[in-house]
């Protein structure tokens, strides 16, 4: 039964391969969502049959003259591929208003600290001190257990 071994036929494997990159491609990706930001997320699916084993992402921004766009995490992690499904309106939704309950958050605590601030929570320098030179203090000793003279 050596005879059912199949041989290979170099000119039929670039037959076939030629024969295969005549086919239609898809260069149009498939619409897969959208943020807030108005960025459109597009895929084309992988196709190992010719030899294309990764998807393409990519997205369309929704203001295709502006260089600094601003993409969320989620949306990124899905066109780096580091993650495999795109994220949901949900997810976007609860991420989105952790991000604001953060901001808020923040704005708080600055309020808070910048009366204190104000007060002279920092110490003051030595007189005498040239810009350049580290600062020294009254509070803090220089050679420690020797006293300021």
Do not use: C
């Amino acid at each position: 039964m050596a005879g059912n071994k199949p041989t290979r036929d170099l000119l039929g494997i670039i037959w076939q391969n030629f024969w295969r990159s005549l086919k239609p491609r898809q260069f149009r990706g498939n619409y897969i969502g959208e943020d807030y930001f108005g960025n459109k997320y597009y895929e084309i699916p992988p196709n190992p049959s010719i030899g294309k084993r990764k998807a393409s992402r990519w997205f369309e921004p929704a203001d295709k003259d502006a260089f600094d766009q601003e993409l969320t995490a989620e949306w990124e992690a899905w066109l780096r591929g580091r993650r495999d499904d795109p994220p949901t309106r949900e997810e976007l939704v609860k991420n989105l208003q952790i991000m604001e309950m953060k901001k808020r958050n923040a704005a708080e605590l600055e309020a808070h600290y910048s009366k204190d601030k104000d007060a002279g929570a920092l110490p003051k320098q030595v007189e005498g001190e040239t810009i350049g030179t580290f600062p020294k203090y009254n509070d803090y000793e220089i050679h420690p257990g020797k006293k300021i003279r």
